[in-house]
């Protein structure tokens, strides 16, 4: 089992790559299912979830393969198989994007219901609902939900659910509708930037979609679509991730690629306790020289902060001066990483769906467990600070969705080591 090790109270400084957006790229990859002929996507990250998303399409019957240049082909060799199998969705919730090009493209998807995972419940009625709306017919067999249609309708569907918009049911409800018959609207679509991605490959391959980025999607049916070349937009919560690296390093870092404009409630956030964040040439510059001060953050749908770096702020904010306040309005059992900061010497209390940090004045290396993606990421944050050595076990979960993080953290000075037991 590999682990890493990192010595803190190194100050990052320099310039660190952004590697292309993981949740962009999943869905669009699934999307390829739609395509007839050649799908390339260039920005593709080298990621274990995007490998995952590869072994499903293959038994989907695409072939994806990568050239010298890193660009992924896929091309649809065999339609027959529309079934993705619990042994994959459990292990990659994502694995649902493929719900909405299946039963659009070859009119049945069976797809194993995800089931929860270490940030919550995680249903998929929204995205069910979605495509009934659009002509299916659903039945639950063996944990698998079925959809079948003979012919697939345009329709208005609302795609709010208690806590907002959903991400991935936004996506299979348009890759669902871009072969309908006539036109779709959906309202309280997901607005996030990995949507507006997703749809701009699609019109690129001749759908007909135009609202993407906002609340209302409307989407007129094709006939087909066909193949095409598209770079995937830069990853913003890698981005936000690196960029709390730099403050909670007192460092100076550029990240290059990064998008400010996909970024302005975190960069908010940073600039309120005292981060300089500019926009640079290449991307974004991040520094800081001060001890940081308290916030209050709420995660919320895009624009609003976003979930996927709600445990990566809460390690920086460990180091602030006085009581910060941070309440998940997305996953509200997303915490996981509590208990962990508190083994390095973090004050924190959660009540609820909310966390009252109150700053300490260091933390302090020690073994610590990731549990999840972004939680794992929260706890390399907090050993690049800690007085003495942060051993992080379980680091398969970093490696689902940051590409080389230790060797993009040690190209700026880090001190941090990938080691095997
Ligand atoms: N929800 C429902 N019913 C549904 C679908 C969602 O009630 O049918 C609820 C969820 O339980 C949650 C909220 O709606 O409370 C929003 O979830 P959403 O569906 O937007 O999440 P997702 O699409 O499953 C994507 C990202 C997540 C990210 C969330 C929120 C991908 C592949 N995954 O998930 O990314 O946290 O949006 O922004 O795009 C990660 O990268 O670490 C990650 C977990």
Redesign the pocket.
Known sequence: MQYFEIVGGSRLKGSIDISGA??AA??IMAASILVEGETVLRNVPDLADVRQMQVLLGKLGVKSERDESGAMHLRVEDEMNCHAEYEIVSKM??SV?VMGPLFAKRRRAQVSMPGGCA?????????VRGLEALGADSDLVNGDVLLKAKKIKGADIFLG?????????TANVVMGATLAEGRTVIESA?C?P?IVDLANFLNACGARIVGQGTPQITIDGVESLKGTEHSVIPDR?EAGTFMIAAAITNGDLELAGARIEHMRAIVDRLRHIGVIVERSEKGVTVASSRRLEAVEITTQ?YPGF???LQAQAMALLCLADGNSVITEK??PDRFLHVAELNRMGAQLRKEGPTVIVQGVKRLIGAPVMAS???ASAALVLAGLIAKGTTRINRIYHIDR?YEKIEEKLSGAGANIKRLSE
Do not use: Q, Y
């Open positions: 993981k949740n999943l869905p919730r994502a994007c940030i919550g419940d995680r249903p998929i009625n929204m995205h659910g208690p806590f907002g918009s959903s991400v991935t049911a997901a996030e990995e919560i749908p976003p979930t996927d997305i996953f999840d993606l972004r969705g």
